[in-house]
């Protein structure tokens, strides 16, 4: 077992070594700008194309519809304040949920503030939005529905494909977030009837600072970043080669391993969570119990506090995230805990681990170990806890 | 989801050996402040010796024990507040401030300065609650909060 035990694969992931073999010769070799003329250029070029093409068969779209952004946060804003802007004739309503990131639910304020009226969707207690509830917040002002493809701290998979025929039933564009969901699940555009998606490619083994925007064709937006001809004059800036060639080679590695990958988290997750909940008492697991993604577990421990437990597990060498407000910097816990209707003290005790094809079962029986200790020594310092034991519990 | 916080190695080693956890039976006082709410709880004990004492600030904090639900330096600073306040008297104890547990803790990172504030009122807390049972009057002491919002108010 290596010294650290990384599990928290929805913050980031590690490169993988094919990617990062693919990526090396764009930083030493075929520096050249795919922009320029000369053939030493046509390198470049000629793999950004690759890359596109690659993503785009991924996905069931057309290359001229894949745009290479610099990460998920980006394309998300651009899909929000592109769609907001281009319809604005239209309407100025927007439908999104009160689980998104904060990617979705910050632009959706600053929208607010230009005039933009969004509806913030409640979901059920496992995190799913409800489709006749969507249904009933469209109105003939709504120009754009946004619901992310899974969520990134409790991992629930929302009922994409009937959020999309909805959308299209009232002629409303479908965005969706799938910045957990790409490269972990296979998506089909046409299929989900999506019409924009946003993609990150550190979250499936790609680099940081890449990401695409998938925009259907008859999708009417303007520019994000003004400056240049790159991406057919929607999204300037010298093309990152790098990071294109490395989101390509990540989306072909995910599409040649995702079921092994799946099946390989699936196993420890499911491991992990029936050891932790049959072990560890006063325990909740918090999400889907089967519409999630493959490698994510979320638990909250009552009568503790998650940035605690968080330094803890980092002493032990174990990298994991928690939904507590003290590591949020805000006094609230996670909005989407609180929206799956945790009460804040249940909230705050929560732990996300997320796997990866490189965890091993040795990693979730030592995390385990770890965790059993590390949340009796902080109930055993718990106000909470010594009430709940003095009523007689 | 989550942000860096970075603590003092002081912090860290009251973190990771909290001092005085624990309960006191039949305390002479005990304070609770803060709510689960906001994600910080804590609960001191004292264990004050007055037998000789001519005035009530003259009392003898014994001994003194915490339990604390919350972050990091919430621990930290009602670790390191039992600390001072220990075989110290109950006119020293008051005189605990939020600025000295942050300065014997190193320094608090600015998201975490309402956890100082939380231990100087779990003391005051328990103080107030030993004053009560005793039937006394503490000079310079001010009723018990339930959390530091109200005293910011």
Same mark, same amino acid.
């Given at each position: 077992?290596? =010294? @650290?035990?990384?599990?928290d694969?929805?913050?980031?992931t590690k490169?993988?070594?094919? &990617?990062?073999e693919?990526?090396?010769p764009y930083?030493?070799?075929y520096?050249?700008?795919?922009? %320029?003329?000369y053939?030493?250029?046509?390198?470049?070029?000629?793999?950004? =194309?690759?890359?596109?093409?690659t993503?785009a068969?991924?996905?069931?779209?057309?290359?001229?519809e894949?745009?290479?952004t /610099?990460g998920?946060s980006?394309s998300?804003?651009w899909?929000?304040k592109?769609?907001?802007?281009? @319809?604005k004739?239209?309407?100025?309503?927007i439908?999104?949920?009160?689980?998104e990131h904060? !990617?979705?639910l910050?632009t959706?304020e600053?929208?607010?503030?230009?005039g933009?009226?969004i509806?913030?969707?409640?979901?059920?207690e496992?995190?799913?939005?409800?489709?006749s509830?969507?249904?009933? *917040?469209?109105?003939?002002?709504?120009?754009?529905?946004?619901?992310?493809?899974a *969520?990134?701290e409790i991992?629930?998979?929302e009922p994409?494909?009937?959020?999309g025929?909805i959308?299209?039933?009232?002629?409303?564009?479908?965005h969706?977030?799938a910045v957990?969901?790409?490269?972990h699940?296979?998506? #089909?555009v046409?299929?989900?009837n999506?019409?924009l @998606?946003s !993609?990150?490619?550190?979250?499936f083994?790609?680099?940081?600072?890449?990401?695409i925007?998938?925009?259907?064709n008859?999708?009417?937006?303007g520019p994000?970043?003004?400056?240049?001809?790159?991406?057919?004059?929607r999204r300037?800036?010298?093309?990152?080669?790098?990071?294109? &060639?490395?989101?390509g080679?990540?989306?072909?590695?995910?599409?040649?391993?995702?079921?092994?990958?799946?099946?390989?988290?699936?196993?420890l997750? #499911?491991?992990?969570?029936?050891?932790v909940?049959?072990?560890i008492?006063?325990?909740?697991?918090?999400g889907?119990?089967t519409e999630?993604?493959?490698?994510?577990?979320?638990?909250?421990?009552?009568?503790?506090?998650?940035e %605690?437990?968080l330094?803890m597990?980092d /002493?032990e060498?174990?990298?994991a995230?928690?939904g507590? $407000?003290?590591?949020s910097?805000s006094?609230?816990?996670?909005?989407?805990?609180?929206?799956?209707?945790?009460p804040?003290?249940? !909230?705050?005790?929560?732990?996300?681990?997320?796997?990866?094809?490189? *965890?091993?079962?040795?990693?979730?029986d030592?995390?385990?170990?770890?965790?059993?200790?590390i949340?009796?020594?902080l109930?055993?310092?718990?106000?909470?806890?010594e009430?709940?034991?003095?009523?007689?519990? | 989801?989550s942000?860096v916080?970075?603590y003092?190695?002081k912090?860290?080693?009251h973190f990771?050996?909290?001092r005085n956890v624990?309960?006191i039976e039949?305390?002479?006082?005990?304070?609770k402040?803060?709510?689960?709410?906001?994600g910080d709880?804590?609960?001191?004990?004292?264990?004050?010796d #007055?037998s000789?004492?001519?005035k009530p600030e003259d009392g003898?904090?014994?001994d003194?024990?915490?339990?604390?639900?919350g972050?990091?330096?919430?621990?930290a600073?009602?670790?390191?507040?039992?600390?001072?306040?220990?075989?110290?008297?109950?006119g020293?104890a @008051?005189k605990?401030?939020n600025k000295?547990?942050?300065?014997?803790?190193?320094?608090?990172p600015?998201v975490?300065i309402h956890?100082s504030l939380?231990?100087?009122?779990?003391?005051? $807390?328990?103080?107030w609650?030993?004053?009560e049972?005793?039937?006394?009057?503490?000079?310079?002491?001010?009723?018990?909060v339930?959390?530091i919002?109200?005293?910011?108010e």
């Amino acid at each position: 077992m290596s =010294d @650290l035990v990384y599990m928290d694969n929805a913050a980031t992931t590690k490169v993988a070594p094919e &990617v990062y073999e693919a990526i090396k010769p764009y930083f030493e070799e075929y520096y050249g700008n795919a922009s %320029s003329v000369y053939r030493f250029a046509g390198e470049a070029r000629k793999v950004v =194309d690759e890359a596109r093409e690659t993503v785009a068969e991924f996905l069931g779209a057309k290359a001229n519809e894949i745009y290479f952004t /610099g990460g998920g946060s980006e394309s998300d804003n651009w899909a929000l304040k592109g769609i907001a802007h281009a @319809l604005k004739n239209k309407g100025n309503h927007i439908i999104t949920t009160k689980i998104e990131h904060h !990617a979705i639910l910050h632009t959706c304020e600053y929208l607010e503030r230009q005039g933009f009226e969004i509806t913030y969707l409640d979901v059920d207690e496992y995190g799913r939005v409800i489709p006749s509830e969507l249904e009933k *917040n469209i109105r003939p002002d709504t120009i754009l529905i946004s619901i992310m493809f899974a *969520n990134n701290e409790i991992g629930t998979i929302e009922p994409i494909k009937e959020i999309g025929a909805i959308a299209h039933k009232h002629g409303v564009l479908f965005h969706t977030d799938a910045v957990q969901a790409y490269g972990h699940i296979r998506i #089909d555009v046409d299929e989900l009837n999506i019409d924009l @998606l946003s !993609a990150s490619g550190h979250k499936f083994n790609g680099p940081k600072g890449i990401g695409i925007l998938y925009i259907r064709n008859s999708v009417k937006i303007g520019p994000f970043i003004h400056g240049g001809a790159q991406e057919r004059s929607r999204r300037a800036g010298t093309h990152n080669t790098p990071g294109i &060639v490395g989101f390509g080679a990540a989306t072909k590695l995910a599409n040649e391993r995702l079921e092994a990958r799946h099946a390989h988290e699936i196993e420890l997750r #499911d491991y992990l969570v029936s050891r932790v909940i049959t072990e560890i008492p006063y325990t909740k697991y918090n999400g889907h119990p089967t519409e999630r993604l493959s490698n994510n577990a979320n638990f909250s421990f009552r009568f503790i506090e998650g940035e %605690s437990l968080l330094i803890m597990l980092d /002493g032990e060498n174990v990298c994991a995230s928690s939904g507590s $407000a003290c590591t949020s910097g805000s006094l609230d816990p996670s909005h989407v805990l609180l929206a799956i209707g945790l009460p804040h003290e249940i !909230a705050h005790g929560s732990l996300r681990l997320t796997l990866s094809e490189y *965890n091993t079962r040795e990693e979730v029986d030592f995390v385990i170990d770890k965790l059993k200790t590390i949340v009796e020594r902080l109930r055993s310092m718990s106000p909470l806890y010594e009430d709940f034991v003095k009523a007689g519990n | 989801m989550s942000q860096v916080i970075e603590y003092s190695e002081k912090v860290m080693d009251h973190f990771n050996h909290p001092r005085n956890v624990g309960e006191i039976e039949n305390p002479s006082g005990v304070g609770k402040v803060g709510n689960a709410k906001c994600g910080d709880i804590m609960r001191i004990y004292l264990d004050i010796d #007055d037998s000789s004492a001519k005035k009530p600030e003259d009392g003898i904090i014994r001994d003194v024990k915490f339990k604390t639900f919350g972050c990091g330096a919430a621990v930290a600073t009602s670790s390191i507040a039992t600390e001072i306040i220990k075989g110290k008297t109950v006119g020293e104890a @008051l005189k605990l401030t939020n600025k000295a547990v942050q300065e014997a803790l190193g320094g608090l990172p600015a998201v975490k300065i309402h956890c100082s504030l939380l231990a100087e009122e779990a003391v005051h $807390a328990a103080l107030w609650d030993y004053a009560e049972k005793k039937g006394i009057i503490i000079e310079g002491l001010e009723p018990a909060v339930k959390d530091i919002e109200e005293r910011a108010e």
